[in-house]
């Protein structure tokens, strides 16, 4: 396996609504340089492909998530660099707090120790 297998499916939390997720994709992959542009092949709601030099293709998906922000997934084999890019460039949503459940006897959980 080469180095790079564990970057093929990427993901991010982000402000934005996934429709705003989709338009800046398209955005971002046809104003790349010219040897990684990429463009619209398929949209649909909260998802696009995009199809680069040599058939190689790029797949964005955007969705709420239950924590009310959006979740985009990115992949692609050979354009993961650019796939994580465009992901960083996203605004971020706060970090995710773990919520952890109390142990008895714990304050707040209505048993006595």
Known sequence: MHQQSNRTLQD???TLPPADVITAATTFFARRNAVYTAFLEKEGPGWATYRGQGGEEI???AQVAPDGFTRVTGSSYMFDQQVA???SLLPPAPPEVPV???AAGDPGTGEAS
């Open 12 to 14: 991010v939390r982000t």
């Open 59 to 61: 797949a964005v998906g």
């Open 85 to 87: 890019r465009f992901l």
């Open 100 to 102: 952890l459940p109390l």
